[in-house]
C-alpha cells in the first residue's frame, strides 16, 4: 500500500524564521510528488515535483524532490503570519491518484 | 475559468438519510478525484473517474457509497443511509490529463451527520 510521511507532524516559529517541512514517500509506480497548502479549506497547489534534484522556486518558497531517497522538502524562508497553515504532500502513482500525509501545521508568530 | 465547484458548501443529514455531493471540474478538466478528510487526518483518496467511466473505486467502501460523472453534468458522490462516522470533509479535485499534472481542489462539502 502507498505511503506518505510527513514530520514534524507541528511547528511554531517566528516571523522571519526559515523553515523545512520534510516528506517521505512509498508510491507504486511513482510518477509525481506535490505540495499544498491548506487553511481551513481546499488545499491550494503549491508545486508538482518529477525530477530528482530540481528545485522550484515560488517567492518564499521553494522545493526539491529527491527520487533515490524517496524524500522531497519543502522550505519556506522569512516566514510571515500568512504562513500559518497545514502543508500536505502527497505522491502519485500510476493512475494519478494522490497519496497524501497526514500534513504539517506551521504556526508562524508574530 | 472557474475553479473545480462544489455543492453543496455544508450539508446536515439525519442518519439512515442519503447525502448527495456535487463536484464540476475545472474547464477542459476530464479526471475527477473525490477525497474524504476526517478530523485530525490527512486526506484519503476514494474513487477517481473519468467521463462515464470509475477508473479506480478501491479507497471507496463497499456498501452505501457511490459516485458517478456522467457525459453531461457534475460527477455525484452519493451516501446512502449515513452513519455519524461519515461526518468528514469531502473534497473533489480535477486534472486535465493522467500522468503527472496538478490536481486543483473545490472548497469541499462538509457533511454532518446527526
Known amino acids: 500500500e502507498d505511503k506518505v510521511v510527513q514530520s514534524p507532524l507541528s511547528l511554531v516559529v517566528h516571523e522571519g524564521d526559515t523553515v523545512t517541512l520534510n516528506c517521505s514517500y512509498e508510491v507504486t509506480n511513482f510518477r509525481s510528488l506535490l505540495w499544498y497548502k491548506q487553511e481551513k479549506k481546499a488545499p491550494t497547489f503549491l508545486f508538482m515535483l518529477t525530477s530528482s534534484g530540481i528545485e522550484k522556486k515560488s517567492g518564499r518558497l521553494s522545493s526539491i524532490l529527491d527520487k533515490k531517497e524517496l524524500f522531497s522538502i519543502l522550505n519556506i524562508t522569512a516566514t510571515q503570519t500568512g504562513d500559518s497553515a497545514v502543508y500536505l504532500c502527497?505522491?502519485?502513482?500510476?493512475?494519478?491518484?494522490?497519496?497524501f500525509g497526514k500534513g504539517i501545521t506551521l504556526s508562524v508568530r508574530p | 475559468n472557474a475553479g473545480v465547484m462544489q455543492n453543496p458548501r455544508h450539508l446536515v443529514r439525519r442518519r439512515g438519510q442519503e447525502a448527495r455531493l456535487r463536484c464540476s471540474p475545472m474547464k477542459g478538466h476530464s479526471h475527477v478525484y473525490w477525497y474524504r478528510q476526517l478530523p485530525e487526518e490527512g486526506l484519503k483518496f476514494m474513487v477517481y473517474l473519468q467521463k462515464e467511466n470509475i477508473i479506480d473505486e478501491s479507497g471507496m467502501p463497499k456498501e452505501r457509497f457511490s459516485a458517478e460523472f456522467p457525459k453531461e453534468g457534475p460527477s455525484i458522490l452519493r451516501i446512502q443511509q449515513v452513519v455519524r462516522g461519515d461526518s468528514a470533509a469531502y473534497f473533489c479535485a480535477s486534472s486535465p490529463l493522467i500522468g503527472p499534472a496538478e490536481a486543483f481542489f473545490g472548497q469541499g462539502t462538509r457533511l454532518t451527520v446527526v
Open positions: 502527497a505522491g502519485t502513482g500510476a493512475n494519478s491518484k494522490l497519496t
